[in-house]
């Protein structure tokens, strides 16, 4: 099951390239990504082994996504050098965590500093 | 020795305090001392993986003191030093010499920085450091560091032009080759840990008690385990400057509406949990100010390289009066003061303008990016700046008439500023608004020349227990000169690394 779901998300990671999604209700109060929606079905187990309560490390990001390196930002960027997937700060030092959430939308790190350049994600 | 002794007060509350907030697990509150506690065992833990901790892990790990563990709190690595700005310090280096500068030396960074220091800095430990400036360059380039090109340069408080300058201008241009370097060679980091305590039996830090998966800022997320360090503890956790409460009480003349230039983890937890056992922290209300910062960007920004050419071609003033109310030119802690002084009635900052031509600077990268990222606007004349800002109009096109009548005479009959680099102000300007942002702590934790953190009550080293970086105090002494930051940090790596070394 797992295999299957991580090439469909791979197969739809190519057709949206990667966007996890504008945030949707998945059920009750809990908030989701709408390109995760498929995860859903099994659960919480696929991002949060073992119990809804576990820390989310970045290897659920990882498994369907790959590296942060790897991964293309297709929205338009401030300007080539605010590309947050290679960036002069961070790099490959960064949890996917720093800049995406997936029950809420959160700034992402660098807009500590550049206010101008990054929305709430 | 009546603040020694304050300080252990305050070390041991802290102690208390934070038993009190946290949940601890069975196992690891009931027996600090029972090795059957722990949760894991490694060789060697670091805390922050800023250029402290960066450079000591990959230096512990070439020293083959086996098993690496780099513990960061955020969900980055390289703490402050992955957004500062890139400037280091090298006495000697290749560009320096290909410029014909022969006569630069480690002594003559040592006398520079005991002159900042005003008899409070360690000449010992500033020695060390100096004296290791090239291995910690040569690691640098090893690990695909990637510097400016023939860019060396005199900055403020150096006899030399010493200071060469990260490819971007960031320290991330450094923490994130040594990161990757540290990964090769088999580091470990984690992110998203939170040191909670540090576990001492005797004279001896055995481990830490760290909250796992914690989310900054939320103290409830997380849970607490144990890990023991076999041969050292070293703490690199950066400055404090982002802790209000305790810039407050460490140094109350502190404005609290002074913003920061650091990033937000700065706050200083991991060095109280180091007094509450036992470690001594010294100078610590000795706390660096830049009067350069603009309340509209986060962190050091970019306020300080437009206010390079503000403060020289063009002037301040209040948007309370309209006028000019300080030297543009004057010294660093003049200025906070007067800038400070401006605030409506009810307290609140009111923060003061600087303005100079648009026209002599359309093209330079310090006017395109300010005015890029909104924190500089461009106007188009006195009209539109007193409505944009809430200025009064007629009391500031008094103030800029008489100052370029003062321009043209070469001197400022109303502050006495140096006006050899004045320009005479013409519309459209370049306008920005200024705050003073806290910049670095020199205090800290007290080590010796090793690094060796000293016991408060003994003045002898706590075995096991190692600090480097800003989390230290009484190297710099009451001022740190700029690039002087990356230098220690990097260096103490070396040098921590031979001290376990021996040791073990």
Redesign the interface.
């Known amino acids: 099951m797992k295999k299957l779901i991580m090439s469909l998300a791979l197969a739809l990671a190519m057709v949206v390239t990667a966007q996890a999604g504008d945030l949707v209700t998945i059920k009750g109060n809990t908030e989701g990504r709408s390109y995760h929606k498929s995860l859903y079905e099994e659960g919480c187990n696929y991002c949060h082994p073992g119990s809804p309560k576990k ?1 989310v490390t970045d290897a659920a990001c990882v498994d369907c996504h790959g590296q942060i390196n790897d991964i293309e930002i297709t929205k338009h960027l ?2 080539p050098e605010a590309n947050p997937h290679k ?9 996917c ?2 800049c995406h959430a997936e029950h809420t939308r959160k700034a992402p ?1 660098c ?7 990054f929305d709430k994600m | 020795m009546q603040s020694r002794r304050k300080f252990l007060k305050l070390g041991a509350g802290a102690a208390i305090g934070g038993l009190a907030v946290a949940s601890l697990p069975k196992t690891a509150a009931a027996h600090p001392s029972d090795e059957t506690a722990w949760d894991e065992t490694v060789d060697v833990i670091v805390i922050g993986s800023g250029f402290a901790g960066l450079s000591a892990a990959l230096n512990a790990k070439r020293k083959k003191l086996g098993s690496i563990l780099v513990l960061e709190k955020m969900q980055v690595i390289g703490g402050n030093s992955a957004i500062n700005g890139g400037w280091f310090a090298v006495p000697k280096n290749p560009i320096q010499l290909s410029q014909g500068i022969l006569d630069d030396s480690p002594e003559e960074l040592v006398n520079d920085q005991m002159i900042a220091g005003r008899g409070m800095a360690n000449k010992e430990i500033l020695t060390k450091v100096a004296n290791r400036a090239l291995d910690a360059y040569q690691m640098c380039i090893d690990a695909g560091v990637e510097f400016r090109k023939d860019f060396n340069i005199q900055v403020g408080g150096h006899n030399k032009a010493r200071a060469i300058r990260t490819k971007h201008g960031t320290g991330g241009d450094i923490t994130t080759k040594l990161y990757e370097a540290g990964r090769r060679e088999g580091v470990e980091y984690r992110l998203q840990h939170y040191i909670e305590d540090f576990v001492r039996v005797g004279d001896k830090i055995e481990g830490v008690v760290v909250r796992r998966g914690y989310r900054f800022p939320d103290q409830g997320t997380g849970e607490l385990v144990r890990i023991k360090a076999n041969k050292a503890v070293i703490c690199a956790s950066g400055g404090f400057a982002r802790d209000m409460k305790l810039r407050a009480v460490v140094d109350p003349s502190l404005d609290p509406t002074l913003d920061c230039t650091n990033h937000l983890g700065a706050t200083g937890e991991v060095m109280l949990s180091a007094a509450a056992n036992g470690a001594l922290p010294i100078h610590l209300n000795m706390i660096q100010t830049g009067h350069w910062g603009s309340p509209d960007e986060g962190g050091f920004g970019w306020s300080n390289a437009l206010l390079s050419i503000g403060w020289h071609e063009g002037i301040s003033v209040s948007v309370l009066s309209g006028k000019r109310y300080m030297d543009e030119r004057t010294d660093r802690l003049t200025a906070s003061t007067a800038i400070m002084n401006n605030r409506y009635s009810d307290g609140s900052p009111a923060y003061p303008l600087v303005f100079f031509n648009y026209n002599d600077h359309p093209d330079d990268d310090r006017v395109v990016r300010a005015l890029r990222d909104e924190m500089a606007w461009k106007v188009d004349s006195l009209e539109q700046l007193a409505s944009k800002f809430n200025v009064p109009l007629d009391a500031l096109k008094k103030t800029v008439k008489e100052y370029n009548e003062h321009v043209a005479q070469g001197t400022d009959p109303d502050f006495g500023r140096k006006m050899d680099t004045a320009k005479v102000l013409k519309a459209p300007f370049v306008v920005s608004r200024i705050w003073p942002k806290v910049h670095y702590c020199m205090g800290g934790l007290k080590t010796d020349a090793d690094g060796r953190v000293l016991d408060a009550r003994t003045m002898s080293p706590i075995k096991n227990f190692y600090a480097a970086g800003e989390v230290t105090g009484g190297v710099h002494g009451q001022t740190r000169l700029s690039s002087c930051s990356c230098l220690e940090t990097l260096t103490m790596g070396f040098i921590i690394s031979e001290a376990i070394k021996a040791n073990a």
């Open positions: 820390q401030k300007m960036s002069v700060h961070y790099n490959q030092g960064a949890s965590l720093a790190v807009s500590e500093c550049h206010r101008t350049w």
